[in-house]
């Protein structure tokens, strides 16, 4: 069946240092992939999503390109700030002709910036 | 409303009891879904309403969840006889169209003691 699989966390880094979360996926037919974040004590909030290869997604310098290759969707960001800490989740749309178009979730990714 | 709504944000329950947790998705919004978070996991789906379609309850854990949607509007998800393993963060979303522009919930933290 289809699955994503992300990068353990958690992610350390200092402010400025570039980001990246890698993310990978097994689908059948063309999935959308999509990158959701959660803030501390917040709700997950939809970053960027991607809906064809080759697409690339970008949102608050945040970026990441739909590789059907590699099948990957890794997200990159060029300099972090400490306003970025939150969990990052990478997520497949069930959308290759299925009744349900549910969204499929990675683990999530721990991101932690420090000053 | 302005976007989706869950009631109780947190809810501590005895082993063994029945809980109901309630959302109220955006108005308009035609498709509906639960998901489970729990410490150290993703998210795992629960439930998906789409329309008049039947429900999809492929990723219900147990004949101990049962979920509902009236009137195409908010939707209650309830779970008979808690186990401490029920313990999780409940999330709730919805969109215009299945599987695009999700807009979640803040969730209720659920804890069985």
């Known amino acids: 069946g289809n699955s994503v699989t992300q990068m353990e966390g958690p992610v350390t880094l200092s402010e400025e240092a570039f980001l990246t979360i890698n993310c990978t996926y097994t689908?059948?037919?063309?999935?959308?992939l999509f990158w959701y974040v959660q803030y501390p004590g917040e709700g997950l909030q939809l970053l960027l999503k991607?809906?064809?290869?080759?697409d690339k997604g970008s949102n608050k310098g945040f970026e990441a390109t739909y590789r059907k290759e590699t099948t990957s969707f890794h997200l990159e960001k060029g300099s972090v700030q400490v306003s970025d800490s939150a969990v990052y989740f990478c997520?497949?749309?069930?959308?290759?002709?299925?009744?349900?178009?549910?969204?499929?979730f990675g683990t999530g990714t721990l991101l932690a910036v420090q000053p | 409303g302005a976007g989706v709504s869950q009631s109780p944000s947190n809810k501590v329950t005895e082993k063994g009891k029945d809980v109901e947790l309630r959302c109220d998705p955006i108005?308009?919004?035609?498709?509906l879904y639960w998901y489970r978070q729990s410490l150290g996991q993703g998210l795992e789906f629960l439930i998906y309403?789409?329309?008049?379609?039947?429900?999809?309850k492929s990723g219900l854990p147990s004949d101990r969840f049962s979920a509902e949607r009236t009137g195409g509007s908010v939707s209650t998800l309830t779970i008979q006889r808690t186990q401490q393993e029920d313990s999780a963060v409940y999330l709730c979303?919805?969109?215009?169209?299945?599987?695009?522009?999700?807009?979640f919930g803040s969730g209720t933290r659920l804890t069985v003691v």
């Open positions: 997520a497949l749309s069930d959308g290759s002709g299925g009744a349900t178009n549910k969204l499929i």
């Open positions: 309403f789409q329309g008049n379609s039947a429900p999809d």
């Open positions: 991607a809906t064809k290869a080759d």
């Open positions: 108005s308009g919004h035609t498709a």
């Open positions: 689908a059948t037919g063309y999935p959308s």
């Open positions: 979303a919805s969109s215009l169209v299945g599987g695009r522009g999700y807009t």
